[in-house]
């Protein structure tokens, strides 16, 4: 579902974000992306929905090297993306449904398909009842969970997530990850870039681990110490 073979990103400041890095997603995988403060989490996913664009290498989604896909087309591709940020990104002069019908408005989805959609949505993240409330009435988590049900309420095969829990408690942090556990078990592919260790760790995922830029660890133990030490010196 997703690929990328020996893919670079550098900057016009001459930054390389990513170093030739080569990793396959398969459709329905659910994977933590972390590593260091600056070490490419955010620059990956952003490739991934074509925020940025590769320097080298290739970027694949779902068969389409969207490397090389013309501007036009990309609004497609994230018809098939969700994306979730960690300040949430709200339209605060907006209510909570507005919030979360904006993906079905631009796709000019009718009315009351709209309405069932996002009713659906809110109702998976617990928020049933709170559609007209504005996102500055609501918790950081709750907040949260809006981005969420935006991010899912087109139904999209894939979502990014990019440190959906640096600012919850650990209490909180848990739920959000049981959410995207549910996306994941109805066959959504997701890939979620934390620096919480600890909470990947108990998530039995695969955990791809980024320093500097290139893939240090792939698998589904403990990131390795290296990163932790390397953490250390921030």
Not at 16 to 21: F, G, K, M
Not at 38 to 62: D, H, M
């Amino acid at each position: 579902m997703i690929r990328f073979d020996n893919t670079t990103k550098r900057y016009s400041e001459g930054h390389e974000a990513l170093s030739s890095i080569s990793f396959d997603l398969n459709e329905g995988e659910m994977s933590f992306l972390t590593g260091h403060s600056g070490a490419g989490k955010s620059t990956l996913l952003k490739l991934i929905a074509c925020i940025e664009r590769p320097t080298r290498g290739q970027v694949v989604v779902n068969g389409v090297n969207i490397s090389k896909l013309r501007k036009s087309k990309i609004p497609y591709l994230r018809r098939n993306i969700g994306i979730i940020f960690q300040n949430h990104q709200l339209l605060f002069d907006r209510t909570v449904f507005d919030n979360i019908a904006l993906p079905l408005v631009i796709q000019g989805l009718p009315h009351r398909e709209i309405g069932r959609r996002v009713r659906a949505a809110l109702d998976k993240v617990n928020l049933l009842g709170k559609e007209k409330l504005y996102p500055v009435t609501l918790s950081g988590g709750e907040q949260q969970r809006v981005g969420i049900a935006r991010a899912v309420v087109h139904k999209p095969p894939i979502i990014l997530a990019d440190e959906p829990t640096g600012n919850l408690d650990p209490e909180l942090s848990a739920e959000i990850m049981h959410l995207f556990e549910q996306f994941n078990q109805v066959g959504v592919c997701i890939l979620i870039a934390s620096h919480d260790i600890d909470l990947l760790n108990k998530m039995n995922k695969r955990i791809i681990t980024l320093q500097q830029g290139k893939i240090i660890y792939d698998g589904h133990e403990m990131a390795p110490k290296s990163y932790h030490n390397h953490e250390n010196i921030q």
